[in-house]
């Protein structure tokens, strides 16, 4: 794995190393993954993220990140 420089950090996303800035929020991220939040669910380090949290949750060194999202049918 590579180092981050002083304004980013490397976090895994879905089993993928990404590399953020230092300041990002999960509801930044999710805003960059997900054409639009709605049905989506993440967990940082195995916790689920309530929602109303995702502005608030600054995504630290290392994390380690799932994003998923609900899809219809059978």
């Known amino acids: ?3 981050a420089s002083d304004d980013s950090v490397l976090v895994t996303i879905n089993g993928n190393v990404e590399q953020l800035t230092t300041a990002t929020t999960v ?3 999710v805003a960059l993954w997900c054409p639009s939040p709605r049905g989506v669910a993440v967990a940082v380090d ?3 993220i309530p ?3 995702w502005p608030s949750t ?3 060194p ?3 990140i799932e994003i998923v ?3 219809a049918g059978g």
Do not use: K, N, P
Request: net charge negative; glycine share 10%.
């Open 46 to 48: 195995g916790e689920v």
């Open 27 to 29: 509801d930044a991220l």
């Open 51 to 53: 929602r109303s949290l």
């Open 69 to 71: 999202t609900a899809a």
């Open 1 to 3: 794995m590579t180092e």
């Open 62 to 64: 290392g994390a380690v």
């Open 58 to 60: 600054q995504i630290v």
